[in-house]
């Protein structure tokens, strides 16, 4: 009975689709991004091996984060402003982006800043 309850608003750990997401914005960054240093800083082993320990521990972890269930989108704040900002985000950097609105979802969901 583990991030399955239909009336929960939270999860507990990181979800599978936003470490399958931050994944796949790996090869998507080395496809479309066309800046050299972002490029050499993505696609360093170390950094991919840094990426790969944070997101296991994220996924056991006992942070709580929110989902973005569509029923409760309008009544909630942190996940509009969430939504703003992710469109903005891939607006303005297209795949490489993906990293930077994972660290969003991780900020929000920590610091809960907005209600």
């Known amino acids: 009975n583990y991030n399955n309850s239909i009336f929960s608003d939270t999860f507990h750990g990181l979800t599978t689709p936003v470490s399958a997401l931050m994944f796949i914005s790996i090869p998507l960054i080395n496809e479309y991004e066309h800046n050299v240093y972002i490029l050499s ?25 929110f989902n973005l269930r569509i029923d409760s ?17 891939l607006y303005l ?17 920590v610091t809960k800043l907005i209600k």
């Open 93 to 109: 950097f297209n795949f490489t982006g993906l990293p930077l609105i994972i660290l969003i979802y991780i900020l929000l969901s």
């Open 73 to 89: 989108i309008r009544h909630d704040k942190r996940k509009l402003f969430f939504i703003f900002i992710s469109i903005c985000v």
């Open 41 to 65: 800083i993505v696609m360093n082993q170390s950094v991919i091996a840094g990426i790969i320990v944070i997101i296991s521990i994220l996924l056991i972890s006992p942070l709580k984060t």
